[in-house]
């Protein structure tokens, strides 16, 4: 996907033979472990003295993002348990809760909402986590969201809602999500575009 890191392999981790022939990866730095979803190295290397909302210096990510980004709810847990910052955005403006929404990942989404996330922050191009989850087609993520109680009608710097995105990006799922919570198909952006000719 454009414009979100590549989750794959890091190429900063070792492999060590454990008395029972398996192999313990040792990750170079906590992002990694963060992405592997290994909860116990990304504890260890706080104890070690990590910081826990530590930027890696390519993507600019804290852990937390990479929480988000990878799905890893346990590892999101533990961040959030021991005080990462959920209000701490990427260079775009992306919140923790936005990369949530990018990727559709529903578990971490309630767990960020539970702990507090701003669900009307909005990025530098003025999309808030429900613009994201709309584009991208995820109408569980975005139900989850609306009966947290966030405003769907809230616009980006275009003028357009979360319900331009789904239509414009032909995510019927999601538009029919928005049609019943109360958005309309009526509503013109600042160009005077409908939803459905968006």
Request: glycine fraction near 10%.
């Amino acid at each position: 996907m454009p414009g979100v890191p590549h989750s794959g392999p890091s190429t900063s981790s070792t492999e060590t033979a454990t008395s029972c022939g398996r192999k313990k990866v040792h990750f170079g730095s906590i992002h990694d472990a963060v992405r592997a979803g290994d909860v116990k190295q990304l504890s260890e290397m706080v104890e070690r003295g990590a910081r826990i909302n530590e930027v890696d210096i390519l993507h600019k990510f804290t852990p937390l993002h990479w929480a988000a980004h990878s799905g890893s709810l346990e590892c999101l847990h533990w961040l959030l348990w021991h005080g990462a910052d959920i209000t701490q955005v990427t260079t775009r403006g992306w919140t923790a809760a936005h990369i949530t929404a990018i990727r559709g990942h529903d578990a971490c989404m309630q767990a960020l909402i539970i702990n507090g996330a701003n669900l009307a922050a909005q990025d530098d191009w003025g999309c808030t986590p429900l613009h994201f989850a709309a584009t991208h087609g995820h109408s569980f993520t975005l139900q989850i969201m609306l009966r947290s109680g966030v405003d769907p009608s809230v616009t980006d710097k275009r003028e357009w809602k979360p319900v331009h995105y789904a239509a414009f990006h032909g995510r019927l799922g999601c538009l029919q999500l928005l049609v019943k919570w109360g958005c309309g198909i009526e509503d013109v952006d600042c160009n005077g575009n409908l939803p459905e000719t968006s």
